[in-house]
């Protein structure tokens, strides 16, 4: 059984940083950090391939945020700094249990999701 659980959100102002966690249980995956305000589709944010080898960003956070994992620990982690308003909404970690095939900005490609975590960004 796969489950994801996100911690780590807040308010901040902006300028700020926040790390969101996301622990896995169930197996090591491919995994992905999106966003969605309410009323909004949920866009992708990063994502990091099984191994780590690969990381893939929007070009919205590119330079700012930093996804990483420590599969000891069954933990995907979402550094985010310099933290604007626009970057408000609710954040989902997801899994990949059959790999996302190139497509890793596709929100189809995950099958499991977090519960999600607020982040609020203050001007």
């Known amino acids: 059984q796969v489950q994801l659980v996100e911690s780590g959100g807040g308010s901040v102002q902006a300028g700020g940083s926040l790390r969101l966690s996301c622990a896995v249980s169930g197996g090591t ?3 992905g950090w ?5 009323g909004k589709e949920r866009d992708f944010v990063a ?3 099984w191994l780590g080898g690969f990381q893939y960003y929007a070009d919205s956070v590119k330079g700012r945020f930093a996804i990483s994992r420590d599969n000891a620990k069954n933990t995907v982690y979402l550094q985010m700094n310099s933290l604007k ?3 408000t909404a609710i954040y989902y970690c997801a899994a ?3 790999g996302y095939g190139g497509r890793y900005s596709e929100s189809s490609q995950y099958n ?3 519960q999600g975590t ?3 960004v203050s001007s």
Request: glycine letters at 4%.
């Open 47 to 49: 994502a990091i391939a």
């Open 118 to 120: 607020q982040v609020a």
């Open 85 to 87: 308003p626009e970057d």
């Open 112 to 114: 499991y999701w977090g």
């Open 96 to 98: 990949a249990t059959r």
């Open 34 to 38: 999106f966003r969605q305000d309410p």
């Open 29 to 31: 995956f491919s995994m």
